[in-house]
């Protein structure tokens, strides 16, 4: 029965990352399971087996976006990968940063770094993850995991940010105003990069981007 589970949950898997290229191809409200099927190699009949509708595949969809959203903010702040409450992740965030040993500066270029990266390797997932924005104002599931989603980056980066500023690293600022400013600085940042193709210099806009984001939040 265990088996049985585990190659069930690998499966859907598979189905969910070719759905995840197919939306990145041809757009969320245009992908169909035959779509799918092809991007997987499988037949219609086993997407169906699994999904029974589009909705039901493209809800998966939803939910594995937000979850590499979410890895790649642990991934950013330096995060376990085993905490998942917004709170323990604010505390543990609160109470790291707190720390003077624990270089600030050091943790903005890693984690653009990071970040610009993950563009660079994954920017069918950026394409996805604009699509998906675009479904908030009419889909009720997508705008509810977005807003959770929006609010857990916002909140761990205003608790950094905090911090920070506790220390006399940062300037005192709105925690929350200067999160959402520097989240959707990165943000940006991103997707003119996936638009262009990539035809600016990776380590020159990490570069550029770190040092705009260093000049706005230190002292």
């Known amino acids: 029965m265990v088996r049985k589970i585990e190659f069930s949950e690998i499966r859907k898997e598979e189905l969910t990352k070719a759905a995840i290229r197919s939306v990145a191809l041809k757009g969320f409200d245009l992908v169909t399971l035959d779509d799918v099927a092809k991007e997987a190699g499988f037949s219609k009949g086993i997407v169906t087996y699994y999904f029974k509708t589009r909705e039901e595949l493209l809800i998966s969809v939803v939910r594995m976006m937000w979850a590499n959203l979410l890895d790649m903010t642990r991934d950013a702040w330096e995060l376990p990968d085993q905490i998942d409450d917004p709170e323990e992740v604010y505390t543990r965030v609160r109470e790291y940063y707190a720390n003077p040993k624990v270089d600030l500066i050091a943790v903005i270029k890693n984690g653009v770094n990071i970040l610009v990266s993950m563009f660079d390797e994954n920017r069918h997932i950026l394409r996805v993850t604009g ?64 638009v262009s193709k990539g035809s600016l210099d990776s380590k020159k806009l990490k570069k550029e981007l770190t040092d705009h984001i260093l000049l706005y939040l230190c002292k």
């Open 131 to 194: 699509e998906l924005w675009c479904q908030v104002p009419r889909n009720k599931m997508v705008a509810e995991l977005s807003t959770h989603m929006q609010e857990v980056i916002i909140g761990t980066t205003a608790v950094f940010i905090q911090a920070g500023a506790k220390r006399g690293v940062f300037k005192k600022r709105n925690p929350q105003l200067a999160a959402y400013i520097l989240v959707s600085t990165i943000t940006g940042a991103a997707f003119s990069h996936v």
